[in-house]
T-cell receptor, first 113, second 115 residues
């Protein structure tokens, strides 16, 4: 069966510090991968999606970036965090061309102080 | 562009009462629709989905949703809720953008079940 992992589970970082969040998927090959942000009391905002290694599409302009160095690894990064980057970050995967549903990881709670 | 509207941000209800969480979407093409549930500090779990076929879809824990094309709705219902159903519920619609499938989410409805 497929599983998706995210770490760390929680993170507190000062403004201006770098960020690296990691997501890995097991039990499937060549998944579509997604990064979402959920601000407090709000819905999900799609940040990035990837259909393959090195292929990243950005949905909104921001100071975050994403990379996909391996087929089942998706990384969210920032060089300098802003207060507005605080939120709950969710990684998700889907099977290309089938069903269209997405499966979510447990999330990372980021607090920028 | 496709969009999803969840008409209620919060729905309080007593245990064992029925509940309906409303969802409307805008789309000019065939749609795939989903309901996800999120418990506090957890990721989203797929609750049920409509891809094709029967317009009434059901989950294993008693929820059901009906796809109504004329009303562009996909409301979620449960005839008798439990305390454990307290969570946030998100409606989503599939869209194709830039040649890729994506999900557009509603803002969510917080269901609070009281004893």
């Amino acid at each position: 069966s497929q599983t998706i992992h995210q770490w760390p589970a929680t993170l507190v970082q000062p403004v201006g510090s770098p960020l690296s969040l990691e997501c890995t998927v097991e039990g499937t090959s060549n998944p579509n991968l997604y990064w979402y942000r959920q601000a407090a009391g709000r819905g999900l905002q799609l940040l990035f999606y990837s259909v393959g290694i090195g292929q990243i599409s950005s949905e909104v302009p921001q100071n975050l970036s994403a990379s996909r160095p391996q087929d089942r690894q998706f990384i969210l990064s920032s060089k300098k965090l802003l207060l507005s980057d605080s939120g709950f970050y969710l990684c998700a995967w889907s099977v290309p061309g089938q069903g269209h549903e997405q499966y979510f990881g447990p999330g990372t709670r980021l607090t920028v102080t | 562009a496709q969009s999803v509207t969840q008409l209620d941000s919060q729905v309080p209800v007593f245990e064992e009462a029925p509940v309906e969480l409303r969802c409307n979407y805008s789309s000019s093409v065939s749609v795939y629709l989903f309901w996800y549930v999120q418990y506090p500090n957890q990721g989203l779990q797929l609750l049920l989905k409509y891809l094709s076929g029967s317009t009434l879809v059901k989950s294993i824990n008693g929820f059901e949703a009906e796809f109504n094309k004329s009303q562009t709705s996909f409301h979620l219902r449960k005839p008798s809720v439990h305390i454990s159903d307290t969570a946030e519920y998100f409606c989503a619609v599939n869209t194709i953008s830039g040649g890729y499938n994506k999900l557009i989410f509603g803002a969510g409805t917080r269901l609070a079940v009281h004893p």
